[in-house]
């Protein structure tokens, strides 16, 4: 594995590297992503072998402007426009519906693609620099805890990438949120890093009822997804002798104390679960957070990662 700050030179080399069909590791604002050529067949069927990925999960392509939308979608509707104005670069990404030659192996076989222009500096760059759009999933095993730091890839994981790009900490700490377009009004398939309030004020309306889990084929939707080694467990009070995320305290050594800002915490949550997880211990206890609208994508991961 070859983890190289991301410097100018190194972004360069990464795009030399993603346009020849390998892997690269790049931060987003978000969560670490593996990007590859999205209009390269074979780089993206390694990018599956290398994730361990059932191949009907659809990656997201990442794009640096609209003109290059128009290689992703077969058309962009006002709205999707108006949120894009809104929103990008920046944690939303919307389900469009596909032009033709975007490849199947990366919409898992649907007629949509899921599309987002990232605002981290670096993830910009190289898509800058490539010129084409690039398919990332987060940085993690399938299954997994994201990667918020370089250091949180999976050795094994980084064995088969070509290159990882350090940017250090990414600032938002949670997955974009996944918007489906394609019906009206539009509907969350994964909450995120922009909040469902955000957006409905941006659309000016309520968004449609989530789809029950298994209706829709999203990874987003697996009833356990984005967990640590270690059995994650949900409680009102922290046991004093286990490792934990508290809201209040701590009152050991093991516990983490989180912020008490729903933003802030995202921005913490999986470089504090990658912490607790290197304890080795048989479970992880997490305090439950408030059952607030805010929170919705922080609970969503607890309760995946919970499973
Ligand atoms: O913040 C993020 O979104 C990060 C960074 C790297 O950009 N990427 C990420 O990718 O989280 P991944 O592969 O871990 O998750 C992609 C999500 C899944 O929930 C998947 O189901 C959904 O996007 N998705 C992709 N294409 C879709 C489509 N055509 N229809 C519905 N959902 C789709
Ligand atoms: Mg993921």
Redesign the pocket.
């Known amino acids: 594995m070859r983890i190289v700050e991301a410097t100018l030179e190194n972004i360069s080399l990464a795009a030399e590297i993603v346009r020849d069909g390998g892997l690269v590791a790049m931060p987003?604002e978000?969560?670490y992503?593996i990007a590859v050529d999205a209009m390269n067949r074979e780089a993206v069927l390694r990018l599956f072998e290398a994730k361990g990925r059932p191949a009907d999960?659809?990656?997201?392509v990442?794009i640096d402007s609209m003109a290059m939308l128009s290689m992703a979608a077969r058309e962009v509707p006002p709205l999707v426009e108006r949120l894009a104005e809104r929103f990008w670069p920046g944690?939303l990404?919307m389900?469009l519906k596909k032009q033709p030659d975007v490849l199947d192996e990366v919409?898992g076989g649907?007629t949509?693609?899921?599309v987002?222009q990232?605002r981290h500096p670096v993830a910009m760059a190289l898509i800058g620099l490539v010129g084409r759009p690039l398919a990332?999933?987060?940085a993690n095993r399938f299954m997994r805890l994201s990667a918020t730091r370089a250091q949180h890839i999976d050795p094994e994981l980084a064995s088969k990438l070509d290159l990882i790009l350090d940017g250090g900490p990414c600032p938002v700490g949670v997955?974009?949120t996944?918007l489906?377009m394609t019906c009206d009004p539009p509907r969350i398939?994964?909450p995120?890093g922009v909040s469902r309030g955000e957006i409905e004020a941006a659309v000016g309306g309520p968004l449609g009822e989530r789809p029950p889990a298994g209706e829709h084929r999203?990874?987003?939707m697996y009833p356990r997804h984005y967990a640590p080694a270690s059995k994650l467990v949900l409680v009102d009070a922290v046991p004093d002798d286990a490792p934990g995320l508290v809201l209040d305290g701590p009152r050991t050594p093991l516990h983490i104390k989180m912020p008490a800002d729903p933003v802030a915490y995202a921005a913490t949550l999986y470089d504090a679960l990658h912490r607790l997880d290197q304890m080795g211990r048989d479970a992880i206890y997490v305090q439950r957070p408030p059952a607030l609208p805010e929170w919705e994508a922080v609970l969503d991961r607890l309760s995946k990662a919970s499973g």
Do not use: K, Y
Request: aromatic share 0%.
């Open positions: 987003t978000t969560v992503g999960n659809p990656l997201i990442h944690p990404t389900v919409t649907l949509t693609v899921a987002r990232p990332a999933p987060s997955e974009s996944v489906d398939l994964r995120g999203s990874p987003g």
